[in-house]
């Protein structure tokens, strides 16, 4: 079994940054890819699949930016120049060999 651990959500106000991370523990076997979605519609944010090839949502292009740590299965999301609209519940999300694996979310609000 893969466990996530999300952290990084905030309140922020617009224009500001935020930098989520998801670490992956337990028995894996194998990451394909790793990524970050919101609401609960699940709507790709960016992910990262195996070999570097990475894919941005058009939305947050240019604001956002992802990346790995393979030594930590950990993945970031670096948020900058945040909107309103980046208000969301951010998930995790890990496939491996075996399965895919969401994280819980984490909360980000982008507000004055």
């Known amino acids: 079994q893969v466990q996530l651990v999300e952290s990084g959500g905030d309140l922020v106000q617009p224009g500001g940054s935020l930098r989520l991370s998801c670490a992956a523990s337990?028995?894996?076997?194998?990451?394909?890819?790793m990524g970050w979605y919101r609401h609960e519609e699940r709507e790709l944010v960016a992910r990262i699949i195996s070999?570097?090839?990475?894919t941005y949502a058009d939305s947050v292009k240019g604001r956002f930016t992802i990346s790995r740590d393979n030594a930590k299965n950990t993945v970031y999301l670096q948020m900058n120049s945040l909107k309103s609209e980046d208000t969301a519940v951010y998930y995790c999300?890990?496939?491996?060999?075996?399965?895919?694996?969401w994280g819980k979310g984490t909360l980000v609000t982008v507000s004055s």
């Open positions: 070999g570097g090839r990475i």
């Open positions: 337990g028995t894996i076997f194998g990451i394909n890819a």
């Open positions: 999300r890990v496939v491996t060999n075996l399965n895919t694996y």
